[in-house]
Protein backbone atom coordinates (compact mmCIF):
# COMPACT_ATOMS: atom_id res chain seq x y z
CA UNK A 1 0.00 0.00 0.00
CA UNK A 2 0.96 3.40 -0.56
CA UNK A 3 2.14 5.81 2.27
CA UNK A 4 -0.29 8.45 0.79
CA UNK A 5 -2.69 8.13 -1.81
CA UNK A 6 -4.83 9.95 -4.06
CA UNK A 7 -7.45 9.73 -7.01
CA UNK A 8 -5.18 11.04 -9.74
CA UNK A 9 -8.58 11.98 -11.63
CA UNK A 10 -9.00 14.62 -13.78
CA UNK A 11 -11.96 16.06 -12.20
CA UNK A 12 -13.80 17.65 -14.90
CA UNK A 13 -16.05 20.53 -13.05
CA UNK A 14 -18.24 23.49 -14.22
CA UNK A 15 -17.52 26.74 -13.15
CA UNK A 16 -19.25 27.65 -9.63
CA UNK A 17 -19.15 23.71 -8.67
CA UNK A 18 -18.58 22.78 -5.56
CA UNK A 19 -15.49 19.72 -5.95
CA UNK A 20 -13.71 17.38 -3.08
CA UNK A 21 -11.06 15.35 -2.77
CA UNK A 22 -9.56 12.92 -0.83
CA UNK A 23 -6.69 11.44 0.07
CA UNK A 24 -5.60 8.12 2.61
CA UNK A 25 -2.16 7.70 4.50
CA UNK A 26 -0.70 4.46 5.57
CA UNK A 27 1.31 5.41 9.35
CA UNK A 28 -1.47 6.02 12.18
CA UNK A 29 1.51 7.89 13.62
CA UNK A 30 1.53 10.97 11.32
CA UNK A 31 1.96 14.58 12.32
CA UNK A 32 1.13 16.68 10.30
CA UNK A 33 -0.97 17.09 6.54
CA UNK A 34 -1.04 20.10 4.05
CA UNK A 35 -2.77 20.41 0.55
CA UNK A 36 -0.09 21.58 -2.02
CA UNK A 37 -1.50 22.92 -5.39
CA UNK A 38 1.01 22.35 -8.69
CA UNK A 39 0.37 24.48 -11.85
CA UNK A 40 1.18 22.76 -15.31
CA UNK A 41 5.01 22.87 -15.37
CA UNK A 42 5.55 24.99 -12.41
CA UNK A 43 6.51 23.68 -8.56
CA UNK A 44 4.30 23.05 -6.38
CA UNK A 45 3.17 25.26 -3.34
CA UNK A 46 1.63 25.17 -0.17
CA UNK A 47 -2.16 25.59 -0.52
CA UNK A 48 -2.89 24.88 3.23
CA UNK A 49 -1.73 23.15 6.11
CA UNK A 50 -4.89 20.70 7.38
CA UNK A 51 -5.54 20.86 11.25
CA UNK A 52 -7.19 18.28 13.36
CA UNK A 53 -9.90 20.67 13.91
CA UNK A 54 -10.89 21.64 10.05
CA UNK A 55 -9.78 24.90 8.98
CA UNK A 56 -11.20 27.14 6.13
CA UNK A 57 -9.66 29.44 3.94
CA UNK A 58 -11.83 31.51 1.73
CA UNK A 59 -13.86 29.07 -0.48
CA UNK A 60 -11.38 25.90 0.19
CA UNK A 61 -11.99 24.15 3.57
CA UNK A 62 -9.72 21.13 4.59
CA UNK A 63 -10.79 18.47 7.13
CA UNK A 64 -8.54 15.53 8.66
CA UNK A 65 -9.75 12.32 10.02
CA UNK A 66 -7.18 10.66 12.15
CA UNK A 67 -9.67 7.62 13.11
CA UNK A 68 -10.14 6.44 9.35
CA UNK A 69 -6.65 7.52 8.26
CA UNK A 70 -7.87 10.50 5.61
CA UNK A 71 -7.72 13.87 4.60
CA UNK A 72 -10.41 15.93 2.08
CA UNK A 73 -9.89 19.18 -0.05
CA UNK A 74 -13.39 20.86 -0.61
CA UNK A 75 -13.44 23.50 -2.88
CA UNK A 76 -16.31 26.04 -3.30
CA UNK A 77 -17.82 27.99 -6.23
CA UNK A 78 -14.83 26.97 -8.19
CA UNK A 79 -13.27 29.71 -10.41
CA UNK A 80 -11.40 28.49 -14.08
CA UNK A 81 -7.90 29.59 -12.29
CA UNK A 82 -8.22 26.52 -9.72
CA UNK A 83 -7.17 24.66 -12.24
CA UNK A 84 -4.17 22.61 -11.56
CA UNK A 85 -3.02 19.83 -9.40
CA UNK A 86 -3.57 19.13 -5.95
CA UNK A 87 -1.05 17.53 -3.80
CA UNK A 88 -1.96 15.44 -0.65
CA UNK A 89 1.13 15.73 1.92
CA UNK A 90 1.90 13.65 4.92
CA UNK A 91 4.40 14.62 7.37
CA UNK A 92 5.88 11.55 9.66
CA UNK A 93 6.60 10.92 13.22
CA UNK A 94 9.67 11.61 14.56
CA UNK A 95 13.01 11.99 12.35
CA UNK A 96 13.45 15.47 10.61
CA UNK A 97 11.10 17.03 8.45
CA UNK A 98 10.71 14.00 5.80
CA UNK A 99 7.43 14.35 4.15
CA UNK A 100 5.67 12.23 1.80
CA UNK A 101 3.31 13.67 -1.57
CA UNK A 102 0.77 11.75 -2.74
CA UNK A 103 0.88 11.93 -6.54
CA UNK A 104 -1.73 14.65 -7.01
CA UNK A 105 -5.30 14.87 -8.17
CA UNK A 106 -5.94 16.58 -11.41
CA UNK A 107 -9.09 19.28 -11.32
CA UNK A 108 -9.84 21.18 -14.27
CA UNK A 109 -12.39 23.92 -14.40
CA UNK A 110 -14.62 24.46 -17.42
CA UNK A 111 -16.26 27.71 -18.28
CA UNK B 1 8.53 35.70 0.45
CA UNK B 2 10.60 32.32 0.37
CA UNK B 3 12.94 32.64 -2.77
CA UNK B 4 14.44 29.34 -3.76
CA UNK B 5 16.83 29.29 -6.99
CA UNK B 6 17.80 26.52 -9.12
CA UNK B 7 20.91 27.08 -11.30
CA UNK B 8 19.45 25.70 -14.95
CA UNK B 9 15.21 25.23 -15.25
CA UNK B 10 16.97 23.34 -18.79
CA UNK B 11 19.47 21.19 -18.89
CA UNK B 12 21.23 18.16 -21.69
CA UNK B 13 24.07 16.31 -20.40
CA UNK B 14 25.11 12.51 -22.40
CA UNK B 15 25.24 9.53 -20.75
CA UNK B 16 28.54 9.27 -18.29
CA UNK B 17 28.75 12.91 -17.65
CA UNK B 18 29.17 14.18 -14.42
CA UNK B 19 26.12 16.34 -13.20
CA UNK B 20 25.63 19.52 -10.94
CA UNK B 21 22.47 21.01 -9.81
CA UNK B 22 22.58 23.58 -7.42
CA UNK B 23 20.15 24.84 -5.30
CA UNK B 24 20.03 28.37 -3.01
CA UNK B 25 17.53 29.68 -0.43
CA UNK B 26 17.32 33.24 1.30
CA UNK B 27 15.22 32.53 4.24
CA UNK B 28 17.78 31.07 6.84
CA UNK B 29 15.65 27.45 6.54
CA UNK B 30 17.77 24.83 8.53
CA UNK B 31 16.04 21.63 6.07
CA UNK B 32 16.74 21.67 2.53
CA UNK B 33 15.81 18.91 0.06
CA UNK B 34 16.53 17.37 -3.46
CA UNK B 35 13.37 15.39 -5.25
CA UNK B 36 12.53 14.18 -8.56
CA UNK B 37 9.09 14.08 -10.41
CA UNK B 38 8.15 11.93 -12.81
CA UNK B 39 4.38 11.43 -14.33
CA UNK B 40 3.26 9.14 -12.42
CA UNK B 41 4.94 8.79 -10.01
CA UNK B 42 4.90 12.08 -8.40
CA UNK B 43 7.90 13.54 -6.47
CA UNK B 44 10.35 11.26 -5.22
CA UNK B 45 12.65 12.37 -1.96
CA UNK B 46 16.35 11.92 -3.31
CA UNK B 47 18.16 13.32 -0.39
CA UNK B 48 17.34 15.88 2.18
CA UNK B 49 20.19 18.07 4.60
CA UNK B 50 18.76 19.18 7.59
CA UNK B 51 22.23 21.46 8.99
CA UNK B 52 25.30 22.55 7.07
CA UNK B 53 27.32 19.16 6.02
CA UNK B 54 24.57 17.08 7.28
CA UNK B 55 22.93 14.68 4.74
CA UNK B 56 20.10 12.12 4.96
CA UNK B 57 19.37 9.40 2.00
CA UNK B 58 15.12 10.13 1.07
CA UNK B 59 13.65 7.14 -0.77
CA UNK B 60 15.53 6.87 -4.41
CA UNK B 61 19.02 7.97 -3.61
CA UNK B 62 20.85 5.43 -5.83
CA UNK B 63 23.15 7.27 -8.28
CA UNK B 64 22.87 10.70 -6.57
CA UNK B 65 25.35 11.99 -4.30
CA UNK B 66 24.33 15.49 -2.48
CA UNK B 67 26.51 17.84 -0.76
CA UNK B 68 25.72 20.81 1.88
CA UNK B 69 28.88 23.24 2.51
CA UNK B 70 26.68 26.62 3.34
CA UNK B 71 23.43 26.90 4.86
CA UNK B 72 22.35 28.68 2.08
CA UNK B 73 23.18 26.10 -0.86
CA UNK B 74 22.28 22.72 -1.12
CA UNK B 75 23.90 20.32 -4.45
CA UNK B 76 22.88 17.54 -6.46
CA UNK B 77 25.48 15.10 -7.89
CA UNK B 78 24.74 12.74 -10.40
CA UNK B 79 27.99 10.99 -10.87
CA UNK B 80 27.55 9.58 -13.76
CA UNK B 81 24.38 10.47 -15.73
CA UNK B 82 22.71 7.70 -16.89
CA UNK B 83 19.04 8.15 -19.18
CA UNK B 84 16.88 7.11 -16.61
CA UNK B 85 17.73 10.21 -14.81
CA UNK B 86 16.23 12.00 -16.86
CA UNK B 87 13.12 14.12 -14.74
CA UNK B 88 12.30 17.24 -13.76
CA UNK B 89 14.76 18.14 -10.30
CA UNK B 90 12.81 20.30 -7.43
CA UNK B 91 14.83 21.83 -4.78
CA UNK B 92 13.00 22.67 -1.66
CA UNK B 93 13.93 24.17 2.05
CA UNK B 94 11.74 24.77 4.89
CA UNK B 95 12.26 25.14 8.88
CA UNK B 96 13.06 22.89 11.30
CA UNK B 97 10.51 20.93 12.73
CA UNK B 98 7.66 22.88 10.57
CA UNK B 99 6.08 20.69 7.87
CA UNK B 100 6.18 23.54 4.80
CA UNK B 101 7.77 23.23 1.98
CA UNK B 102 9.14 25.75 -0.65
CA UNK B 103 10.10 24.81 -3.56
CA UNK B 104 12.56 26.29 -6.76
CA UNK B 105 11.04 26.66 -10.26
CA UNK B 106 12.63 22.70 -11.02
CA UNK B 107 15.57 22.08 -13.61
CA UNK B 108 14.55 20.23 -16.89
CA UNK B 109 16.90 17.45 -17.13
CA UNK B 110 17.62 15.53 -20.22
CA UNK B 111 20.20 12.93 -20.32
CA UNK B 112 20.82 11.27 -24.30
Known amino acids: RKEVEQDPGPFNVPEGATVAFNCTYSNSASQSFFWYRQDCRKEPKLLMS???SGNEDGRFTAQLNRASQYISLLIRDSKLSDSATYLCVVRHSGGYQKVTFGTGTKLQVIP | DVKVTQSSRYLVKRTGEKVFLECVQDMDHENMFWYRQDPGLGLRLIYFSYDVKMKEKGDIPEGYSVSREKKERFSLILESASTNQTSMYLC???????????FGPGTRLTVT
Open chain 2, 92 to 102: ASGRELVGEQY
Open chain 1, 50 to 52: VYS
